[in-house]
């Protein structure tokens, strides 16, 4: 099976920490994983804010970048729902049969990480460490669009040494949204200072979530309250052995 990683552009330009953790793991794992280095952004940021004429480029990238492979790994379940469900829009209005066919074509081999290792690889434990107590923020995309559903559990839920708190009301958004963050700042800031508080009152010392983007919101808010709470992908976790914390 040729495996890609799709870094995402967030990941790429700002938590280098992620993608790497990925190709750790999966490596762990057996799978032989390329980074196509002529990848750049998925165009949700462009389609989300109504730049759909623009993102098309960026549909044909991702489509010429990633039709080599079987399986495309994706860390954020934000950016595997855009290619999922906005770059098939996006083919048909632009008015290409060949770009729809592409897509069409490529869609079903993108992944979100966790989909992949316990769908395609069949694993939930991955062999990690890490002794901490941990609550999980499932994310909205994640949770809503793509279904992950209780995957990230899972895998959490098979790493040694962890002690794993649920999250009170869990299920609410972090008030990140991309560009809500900005056009509606003040809702926002309140949204996620009820997650920082659900956060701090499971008394975990690490807050983990599928989307770095969500983290860099919630940690933000944890960071000025002074919380003494960590954020980590979940790539991050689970490439965590007791050798590598050595």
Request: with cysteine.
């Amino acid at each position: 099976m040729k495996v890609a990683l799709f870094a995402t552009c967030f990941n790429d330009t700002m938590w280098l920490g992620t993608p790497r953790a990925v190709v750790t793991l999966l490596e762990r794992l057996g799978c032989a994983v390329e980074f196509p280095t002529a990848q750049t952004c998925c165009g949700q940021m462009l389609t989300n804010t109504g730049y759909a004429d623009e993102a098309v480029p960026l549909v044909r990238s991702f489509a010429r970048v990633f039709e080599p492979y079987d399986a495309i790994v994706v860390p954020s379940g934000s950016c595997t729902g855009s290619v999922r469900q906005q770059h098939a829009w996006l083919a048909r209005r632009a008015g290409d049969p060949g770009l729809e066919k592409a897509v069409t074509d490529l869609t079903p081999r993108v992944y979100e990480l966790s989909e992949f290792l316990v769908d395609v690889l069949g694993v939930t434990d991955v062999g990690a460490y890490f002794p901490h107590r941990v609550t999980y923020h499932p994310t909205c995309h994640s949770m809503r669009m793509i279904r992950v559903g209780d995957r990230p559990l899972q895998l959490l839920r098979a790493v040694r040494g962890i002690d794993l708190a649920p999250l009170p009301l869990a299920e609410e958004c972090c008030g990140f949204g991309g560009t809500f963050a900005m056009k509606n700042a003040d809702v926002s800031v309140a949204m996620g200072a009820d997650k920082a508080r659900h956060v701090r009152e499971t008394g975990a010392e690490v807050v983990v979530a599928g989307d770095n983007s969500c983290l860099a919101h919630i940690g933000g808010l944890l960071e000025r309250q002074r919380a003494g709470v960590r954020t980590l992908h979940l790539a991050e976790v689970l490439a965590s052995t007791e050798e590598s914390r050595a």
